[in-house]
């Protein structure tokens, strides 16, 4: 696997060669000389994501309108180059570019270049940048990945003389095929201030950005959130190596958002929104997601965040989107299913449901930007209202019923081997789903892992609803509320797969690669 490598004498002059354009004079062929200032440039690094068996998504952005050359190779000194393609980076989508790269060999490490050319002046290209990714194998082939969420969350910026974003590069140490990032890919309604004051009496001296300075509202607030966490080294260098699995959550918009929710919370008066309502704070964050994350797009709706990707025959990962679909954060005491106690809404249920049947891998991943079984609670001002699915100890009610339906199914439909995974808590747990323990029974046992955050404060345990009949089998989490970065309690997941036997490992990590838990997995098949 390739890391950030010197460039050699070879690629060197590729890049030289490519920066300057030839232009004929009389019969004298003379390099044609550009300022730097008429190169465009790659302001925010690359970044891969969505990986299959024989497609990627590729993203960069640049300083000004300008078009996106992109190569793809199987070798980094990209003398065979395998497919070309180009997008037009405007000003309408803030000069982003995402490129579907698709007729890959499965299985394969590929290399993708990356360059601008100026729109006004084509000859003029700007310096290139080389990432890479592994596509999804096909056959039965060893692969393993890593799960977090939560990114510069609670205040907790980009704090250089601390190491910036450290989680990142532990997870890039595993050398993983793929990353799913479990939502909160940022904190739209958290500003980051150049000094926040640490529990031990220390500072905490932040990177600052104008459009980091307050609750995002507009576009360009949104936007400024991704771009200020792709100042951090770490994240430029894992986005370069490691495909990324988006999802979204809450604070890409706003805490604890649903669909079309007043901003009149107290909370909402605090952080001083002039906007009146969730839902176009969400239209404009939907767009700064998509614009900034390397995601495919999905033609029958535009804006869609739940998907399936399918990782070879041994892993099929189901995207869920818990935001978009549900109804209104209330008491969830619904008996029966309607709009009330919708969560992935009756669209994203069949979908699931569906894909699940569908599904030949051995394994099916279920990533939730939220967890099952842990209470959460809507309205803390008021201390008021359920923002997850467990409403309380008993039979299922509320969004209870919609996960009710989906286990029931899964037993039913003898769909073998799922397990969830999730994030949102800031800290990280096991979770065994029995039946025997539970208030509602008609299920198979499953399992549950939570991680993260990535790089946010950490937070105390939820009490767990005894519903779907969790067991806690493992936690490690902060007494206190908002503990720092540098206190070291950030989590991620790592699981491998073995291609032989087809045994799964699941290992919870820190931030230090610490194993702290870890379980293998055996697979019912036949």
């Known amino acids: 696997m390739m890391g950030h490598m010197p460039l050699s004498r070879r690629r060197l ?8 354009a030839i232009c004929a004079v009389g019969d004298v062929a003379k390099p044609y000389l550009s300022y730097a200032a008429d190169r465009p440039v790659i302001t925010h690094g ?26 793809v190779a199987t070798t980094d000194s990209f003398k065979t180059v395998q497919r070309a393609v180009f997008v037009d980076a405007l000003l309408e989508t803030d000069f982003t570019a995402n490129a579907l790269i698709d007729g890959l060999p499965a299985g394969q490490d590929v290399f993708y270049r990356i360059r601008f050319q100026n729109l006004s002046s084509p000859t003029i290209v700007g310096e290139p940048l080389i990432g890479r990714f592994r596509t999804a194998p096909g056959d039965r082939r060893s692969i393993s990945f890593v799960w977090s969420a939560d990114t510069a969350g609670q205040g907790w910026g980009i704090d250089e003389a601390r190491g910036g974003m450290r989680t990142y590069a532990t997870m890039l140490r595993n050398r993983p095929d793929f990353f799913i990032h479990s939502g909160d890919t940022i904190y739209a309604d958290g500003p980051i201030v150049a000094e926040q004051k640490m529990p031990n009496g220390e500072v905490w001296q932040n990177v600052v950005t104008e459009e980091k300075a307050k609750p995002a509202e507009t576009l360009a607030e949104f936007r400024g959130n991704y771009k200020y966490n792709l100042l951090d080294k770490n994240v430029l260098a894992f986005n370069a190596d490691v495909p990324i699995f988006a999802q979204w959550d809450d604070h890409e918009v706003t805490n604890n958002w649903w669909p079309g929710e007043p901003l009149t919370r107290a909370e909402h008066q605090r952080k001083k929104y002039i906007e009146k309502n969730a839902l176009l704070l969400a239209a404009r964050a939907s767009r700064a997601f ?8 999905i033609q029958a709706e535009a804006g869609r965040v739940y998907r399936k990707i399918a990782y070879g025959p041994l892993l099929d990962v189901f995207m869920l989107d818990m935001r978009s679909y549900r109804g209104p954060n209330a008491e969830g005491l619904e008996e029966t299913y309607g709009p009330g106690a919708y969560f992935l809404g009756p669209a994203q249920v069949a979908w699931l449901k569906r894909e699940l049947l569908n599904s030949q891998a051995t394994w099916k991943v279920i990533a939730a930007d939220m967890p099952i079984g842990l209470i959460v609670v809507y309205d803390t001002d008021r201390k008021w209202g359920v923002e997850g699915i467990a409403q309380g100890d008993g039979p299922p009610r509320g969004r209870e019923l ?26 990280t747990s096991a979770h065994y789903y ?25 937070f105390p345990q939820n009490q767990l609803d005894n519903t779907f009949g969790p067991q806690l089998v493992y936690v490690k989490a902060p007494s206190a509320p908002n503990q720092p970065p540098s206190d070291g309690l950030q989590f991620f997941g790592h699981v491998a797969i073995d291609g032989g036997t087809q045994l799964m490992t699941v290992t919870l990590k820190d931030r230090d690669d610490r194993a702290l838990w870890s379980i293998i997995l055996e697979p019912k098949l036949g």
Do not use: C
């Open 46 to 71: 690359i970044q891969s994501g969505d990986v299959s068996l024989d497609s990627a998504v590729i993203w960069a952005r640049a300083d000004r309108a300008a078009r996106m050359l992109a190569e």
């Open 402 to 427: 919609e996960i009710a339906d989906i286990l029931s199914f899964i037993k039913r439909a003898g769909v073998r081997n799922t397990l969830w995974l999730t994030a949102d808590v800031h800290y």
């Open 434 to 458: 029995d039946p025997n323990k539970a208030a509602f029974q008609d299920f198979e046992p499953f399992w549950e892992f939570v991680s993260g955050p990535i790089h946010a404060g950490s």
């Open 290 to 297: 998509h614009e900034y994350m390397p995601l495919r797009r």
């Open 13 to 20: 002059l590729g890049t030289a060669t490519a920066s300057a």
